[in-house]
């Protein structure tokens, strides 16, 4: 099954190098270690040598050279049953796949492909330590600016059809790398190129692998009983070993297909996410009982890379890990579920004898390649159609026509000679035939020293050719040996172009933490004391303002207060009285009897006579009997003397209701009774 995953590139340039020149890691392999790279190749305006400069050259095209990420990466990665490790065509049909991925999934956008296998290792398998090719993987680095205007077209994880264009110079958006449209691109793009259904083939796969990659890992039982999954712990702990920072070891992972995220304040959490030789996609934290274990947590990281930091700056090589499982795998079980393809013989397209078949007669109807209709004409010396010989110093060039153009192709001097030979020795025995029959005999022998030397020049090509082979052996390793060569230069150079950028941001900051210092040094010691002076003048004036005119007004209110006239309250009540009199205004109030209730005379009418010569009858009736008791030596209280006054009102208004409810009121004029 092929399983998808995609995360940003921090530092395209670091992850750019681990892929494409880095050397494999599994070094006890037998037969040597595997090459890091088996098939790489570009799409769009770019190269692979150049990648990384041709995507920030489009970048700064559009204006786009600040992008946090200039880059993204994905992994195609394929299981054993799908592509066989060992079968370097089958890693050849995984970078096609790829290829055309890449123009489904991020059309009109460069992108670099590098297929490769990964670290193979030992497993235990049957009780027996057995050698397991790394699975076949591709890893694309995907530019984050587009190049090219395109319209996007798919279908969203809940069904809804969508529709998005982009032009020239716009980034990545949430919806091109939202992993549910990448995994239906990848499912159709395996339907289409290797006819199964690769979703149905993932579910299988988790199936049969429900909870055997989740077993606790028993080489590290002892450490605290942390769960952990092997395979990637072994490409940790190879990243661990190698990088000299946090940023390092962050693509080093990503080089191994392991996506790293950070967690929390400070980013001091971590997390990891790799597709397993299952194909199954597996997410787990460094720490925690289900955790990859508090060696993989960043403080621990960073400590490791310090030290591997200090062991380069001593001349030390850095030791990588052995690529050893020491925990059984079912990598290679013979039970796991196989693809299930929808080819008329159900084999793989590429495995189809009745396609080849086609194939192949299509080429002979169509004259047959290139090659062989050159050979054709080399070795028979015989008109081939649209082929032309030519004698060129001491050899002999074949010239096909191809369509579009010419293919020349070269015969070494001793074939040339061979086939001049031969071709002597068939004149000859043409011109004795043409003499008399009786030269027969001696054309036959001719005919067969003629056939002799045919086969001689063919011995002669096949020896040739597997010179050639040799050769182009010894060419192909001399140039990865100066690839391998130009690739480390390259990353010294960019470590140390690296390292000198980072000391002009450490020596810019430095600058600009020395100017804030002194700008607060110069707030401290004059700004902020000249500001406090000006506002407390201001405050101190505005608070004189305000004590003067506060001043002012006290002023005019002693000179308003001292011009009014002193009161005399005893001598308005008495000029209120004599006001009252002369208006003939009288209080009066009934004449009570000695029951209580108002005296009447003989008409019926009730007895009125002054309120002021009652209260005072009263109240010297009231001191002589309060006297004759014996209680005259004690003063009345105030008290005392208001609830008097209170129930004498209270009778006299009662005697008053009684008299106004007999009309009585009505000749009282000028006169109100008291209380009223």
């Known amino acids: 099954m092929t399983s998808t995953g995609i995360s940003a590139l921090p530092y395209l340039p670091g992850f750019n190098r681990y892929t494409s020149n880095s050397p494999a890691h599994d070094q006890d392999r037998p037969g040597g270690p595997s090459a890091r790279v088996e098939y790489m190749s570009c799409i769009g305006d770019c190269a692979p040598e150049t990648f990384v400069r041709d995507v920030r ?49 991020f059309p009109g956008r460069q992108a670099k492909i590098v297929t490769q296998r990964d670290n193979g290792r030992w497993e235990e398998v049957d009780g027996k330590r057995t050698w397991v090719d790394g699975k076949w993987h591709s890893h694309i680095m995907v530019a984050n600016v587009a190049e090219q205007e395109v319209t996007l077209r798919w ?3 809940e069904g809804v059809e969508k529709t ?12 091109l790398k939202n992993i549910f449209r990448l995994r ?8 289409r190129e290797w006819q199964y259904d690769n979703a149905a083939y993932v579910e299988a796969c988790r199936r049969f692998n429900e909870g055997a990659a989740a077993k606790q890992d028993y080489a590290q039982r002892a ?11 072994l490409k940790l702990r190879t990243a661990a070993a190698q990088a000299t920072d946090w940023t390092d070891y962050v693509t080093r992972c990503q080089a191994a297909a392991v996506d790293v995220k950070t967690r929390g304040a400070g980013g001091t959490g971590v997390s990891y996410a790799w597709v397993g030789d299952d194909g199954l996609e597996r997410k787990a934290r460094a720490r925690g009982k289900t955790g ?14 310090e030290q591997n930091t200090a062991a380069l700056a001593r001349g030390e090589a850095l030791e990588i890990p052995e690529q050893v499982l020491v925990v059984p795998s079912n990598t290679v079980a013979p039970d796991r579920p196989r693809p299930q393809y929808q080819t008329a013989d159900g084999k793989p397209p590429w495995e189809n004898a009745e396609a080849l078949a086609e194939y192949e007669a299509k080429v002979r109807a169509t004259g047959g390649t290139y090659e062989a209709r050159a050979e054709q004409a080399l070795v028979t010396g015989e008109p081939v159609e649209g082929v032309a010989l030519l004698r060129q110093d001491d050899g002999v060039l074949a010239v096909v026509d191809a369509g579009d153009g010419q293919a020349v192709f070269d015969v070494d001097a001793a074939l040339a000679q061979r086939v001049a030979e031969i071709e002597a020795a068939q004149a000859v025995a043409d011109g004795r035939l043409g003499e008399a029959e009786t030269a027969m005999n001696e054309a036959a022998v001719l005919r067969a020293r003629a056939d002799a030397a045919l086969q001689a020049a063919e011995a002669d090509r096949a020896a040739g050719l597997a010179e050639v082979e040799d050769l182009k052996r010894a060419a192909e390793t001399a140039v990865e040996d100066g690839r391998k060569a130009g690739y480390d230069a390259g990353y010294t150079q960019g470590r140390t172009e690296g390292r000198r950028a980072e000391k002009e941001v450490y020596d810019l900051k430095t600058r600009r933490l020395a100017d804030r ?44 207060l001292e011009a009014i006239p002193e009161y005399d309250d005893e001598h308005w009540v008495d000029e209120m009285k004599r006001a009252r009199l002369e208006a003939e205004y009288e209080v009066r109030t009934p004449v009570l009897g000695a029951d209580g209730r108002a ?7 009730t007895v009125w006579t002054s309120a002021h010569q009652e209260i005072e009858k009263r109240a010297r009736e009231r001191y002589n009997r309060i006297k004759e008791e014996g209680k005259g030596q004690e003063d009345e209280t105030v008290g005392q003397s208001r609830e008097r006054e209170a129930q004498t009102q209270s009778q006299g208004k009662d005697a008053w209701s009684t008299a106004s409810s007999q009309g009585q009121s009505q000749s009282q004029s000028k006169r109100k009774y008291i209380g009223e």
């Open 57 to 105: 050259r489009n970048a700064l095209a559009y204006g786009q050279g600040d992008l946090k990420y200039d880059a993204y990466s994905v992994v195609l990665s394929h299981s054993h049953e799908e592509l066989d490790p060992s079968n370097d065509f089958h890693g050849w049909l995984a970078h096609q796949l790829a290829r055309e991925w890449v123009n489904r999934a």
């Open 155 to 157: 279908t969203d994880a």
């Open 164 to 175: 998005r264009h982009y032009k020239a110079g716009r980034a990545i958006d949430g919806d």
């Open 184 to 191: 239906r691109v990848t499912d159709a793009v395996i339907q």
């Open 223 to 233: 450490e605290r009983g942390y769960s952990s999954y092997d395979e990637v712990r």
């Open 292 to 305: 990859l274990g508090p060696e993989f947590a960043r403080a621990e990281i960073e400590k490791r890379c």
């Open 517 to 560: 210092e002194a700008a607060a040094a110069k707030w401290e010691t004059e700004t902020e004391p000249a500001l406090r002076a000006e506002i407390r003048s201001e405050i101190e004036d505005a608070m004189r303002d305000d004590r003067d005119a506060a001043a002012a007004d006290r002023a005019d209110a002693r000179r308003r």
């Open 599 to 605: 005296m009447e005379d003989a008409d019926g009418k």
